[in-house]
């Protein structure tokens, strides 16, 4: 029995040991669909990316070309030594922690993305971001803490900005919020020291 127990426990480690289904240039990815993939990150390094990394669009593993649909929950988290991510037009969606208190302070959301996840962003170093038109609404702190960030620009499509999304935003200094949005969640510019 208690062999039996060992054995099992030592298969749960390995297989959560790295969390991703297979790596293709450097980036870390699980199957999501027959035919689509997230991108994730690898559990045995910490800050799993740095620099500039480019995501394509299509990823080829065991012969199969899966469309690379969306940023996985903390893919990029704790990547201190990150600068910029680009992002191909196939992400429809950006996950929990996505980018969070990483060191990323470049990206440009693709038009086809829908949601923003919570803290997707937090506490990185973005100076100004883009919300596409198909995004209609932006999860808890998605930018928390993001000092940088001086420029907000909202597409048509927002309807609901989230609790605490801009909370410590000091950079901001004006928002331009949509007549779409029907809901700003309390805090969402709460210590906005500069915003006026």
Same mark, same amino acid.
């Given at each position: 029995m208690r062999k039996s127990f060992c054995l099992?426990?030592?298969l749960l480690f390995c297989m959560s040991a790295h969390?991703?289904?297979?790596?293709? #240039?450097?980036?870390y990815?699980?199957?999501t669909s027959p035919t689509t993939v997230c991108v994730t990150h690898n559990d045995n390094i910490e800050g799993t990316?740095? #620099?500039?990394?480019?995501?394509?669009e299509t990823v080829n593993h065991g012969d199969i070309d899966y469309v690379v649909s969306s940023i996985g929950e903390?893919?990029?988290? @704790?990547?201190?030594q990150l600068i910029s991510v680009t992002l191909p037009g196939s992400i429809?969606? %950006? #996950?929990?922690?996505?980018? #969070?208190?990483? $060191?990323l302070s470049s990206i440009s959301i693709p038009a086809n993305v829908t949601s923003i996840g919570e803290r997707a962003f937090n506490d990185c170093y973005i100076r100004s971001i883009v %919300?596409?038109?198909n995004v209609e609404s932006i999860g808890k702190s998605a930018f928390e803490?993001? @000092?940088?960030?001086?420029?907000?620009?909202?597409?048509? $499509? %927002?309807?609901? %900005? $989230?609790k605490s999304v801009f909370y410590g935003c000091s950079g901001l200094t004006s928002v331009v919020i949509p007549e779409n949005v029907v809901l700003i969640e309390e805090y969402a510019f709460y210590s906005c020291s500069n915003l006026v």
């Open positions: 099992l426990l030592g969390a991703y289904d297979f790596e293709s #240039g450097g980036i990815y699980n199957i990316y740095s #620099g500039d990394v480019v995501i394509p903390g893919a990029f988290y @704790r990547s201190w429809t969606s %950006i #996950g929990d922690y996505a980018f #969070g208190n990483s $060191g %919300i596409p038109d803490y993001c @000092r940088n960030l001086s420029s907000i620009t909202f597409g048509n $499509g %927002i309807t609901y %900005i $989230g």
